[in-house]
């Protein structure tokens, strides 16, 4: 509440879907540290501010969704929110200045995810208290993989739109031995 208020943004709805799995407390860690970075994300980048999500038609408050399902030996984590999505734009200038791509390559899932979780890279304007800094989505990759999880994107609409922003899922997974049990 205190992010989205200091963003000018309303307090975002957080709906957790954990299927009744009970984790190990390392684990809780785990889901702290990255899910702090991913909700500053939606915060700062995603979510638009409540004028404008009311003319789109949506409600002004945004809705972030982390969906955790056991499918046998894998952990399958979703998050995602209801924002405008990852500005593919901004994020294809920014890995041309860094020299990832050329001007002439085209964004595809693989790309977007390769530059998205590149150390130091960031698409926002400013330095602030919330982005900017470049740590963050490499930090979240980290986490999982450190706990043998991965983590990848979805573009559940394409990466093509009009405006230049595309709705993104992050899909994380670790070893199902991460869960104690279900209740």
Do not use: W
């Not at 408050?61 to 929110?81: F, P, W």
């Not at 390559?105 to 602030?128: C, H, M, R, W, Y």
């Not at 470049?134 to 991965?150: I, L, S």
Request: hydrophobic share 35%; net charge neutral; proline share 5%.
């Amino acid at each position: 509440p205190k992010l989205a208020k200091d963003l000018g943004k309303a307090e975002p709805k957080v709906i957790i879907d954990d299927n009744h799995l009970v984790f190990k407390k390392h684990v809780f860690q785990l889901f702290n540290n990255a899910f702090m970075h991913l909700v500053r994300n939606s915060l700062d980048h995603g979510l638009e501010p409540e004028n404008e999500r009311l003319e789109k038609g949506k409600p002004a408050n945004g809705t972030i969704k982390i969906k955790i399902r056991q499918q046998e030996q894998i952990l399958n984590v979703s998050y995602r929110d209801d924002g405008r999505g990852l500005n593919l734009g901004r994020l294809k200038e920014k890995a041309i200045q860094e020299q990832l791509i050329a001007p002439s390559d085209e964004l595809n899932t693989e790309s977007i995810t390769q530059i998205l979780f590149k150390p130091g890279l960031s698409t926002a304007e400013k330095v602030t208290d919330v982005s900017g800094r470049g740590v963050g989505m490499d930090a979240v990759k980290n986490y999982f993989e450190q706990h043998g999880g991965t983590i990848s994107l979805s573009f559940p609409h394409g990466i093509s739109s009009s405006d230049g922003f595309a709705p993104v899922e992050f899909v994380m997974t670790l070893p199902a031995s991460v869960c104690m049990s279900s209740i």
